[in-house]
């Protein structure tokens, strides 16, 4: 139990464009999701906290117009890379806090983004 | 605002030797919850050994051993009889109780040598 999925796994996208990467908690509830970036090398930079129902809360430094982020249900997260341009290439990771839970939390395997 | 810092950027050893990984953390809560995650180089972030801040005794998981120090606010891995698989980066990690964000540390890139 406890699944996390992210869709797709691996993206190449033209600069301008934009591009969705789906979180989805395939075997419990997950009021909160959140989301990371991780460049090589480096360690887990969080991005935003994804609450279902509500507005996400972006961490200092992050733009919430480019990177939208949508909480439709409690199992599933979406974040949108708008415009997208060859500096937001990177490794997206979701994770899903089981709701509930006091520290219950579930990585998904992560989506590797290239801008070309 | 907490942190989490882990001092040691690279270490390596020999397979079947004991490793211990640095993490020291700033809190000034109470109730929170300390992790040790693995990522191989899949990227998968995998949960190795999780502590409970109110529990005195130390969490083990079969090879996984950590030694937490609450009032130095120290909390170090041990792995013992390391093996190949062990390989990867490992990222110390805090959160206060609820759904709150994990807070980590710079990672550790581990190797084990044969």
């Known amino acids: 139990g406890a699944v996390v999925s992210q869709h797709p796994s691996w993206v190449i996208c033209k600069s301008g464009t934009s591009v969705k990467i789906e979180c989805r908690s395939l075997d419990f509830q997950a009021t909160t999701m959140f989301w990371y970036r991780q460049f090589p090398k480096q360690s887990l930079m969080l991005m935003a906290t994804?609450?279902?129902?509500?507005?996400?809360?972006?961490e200092q430094g992050v733009e919430k117009d480019k990177f939208l982020i949508n909480h439709a249900s409690l199992t599933l997260s979406t974040l949108t890379v708008t415009s997208a341009h060859p500096e937001d290439s990177s490794f997206y990771i979701c994770?899903?806090?089981?709701?509930?839970?006091?520290?219950?939390?579930?990585f998904g395997p992560g989506t590797r983004l290239t801008v070309t | 605002a907490q942190t989490v810092t882990q001092s040691q950027p690279e270490m390596s050893v020999q397979e079947a030797e004991t490793v211990t990984l640095s993490c020291t953390y700033d809190?000034?809560?109470?109730?929170?919850?300390l992790f040790w995650y693995k990522q191989p180089p899949s990227r998968q972030m995998i949960l190795v050994i999780r502590q409970e801040a109110y529990k005195q005794q130390n969490a083990t998981e079969n090879r996984f051993s950590v030694n937490f120090q609450k009032a130095a606010k120290s909390f170090s891995l041990k792995i013992s009889d390391s093996q190949l698989g062990d390989t990867a980066m490992y990222f110390c990690a805090f959160t206060i109780q609820g759904a709150q964000k994990l807070v980590f540390g710079q990672g550790t890139r581990l190797t084990i040598n044969p």
């Open positions: 994804s609450n279902e129902g509500s507005k996400a809360t972006y």
């Open positions: 809190t000034s809560e109470s109730n929170y919850y």
């Open positions: 994770s899903a806090h089981r709701t509930g839970s006091s520290y219950e939390q579930y």
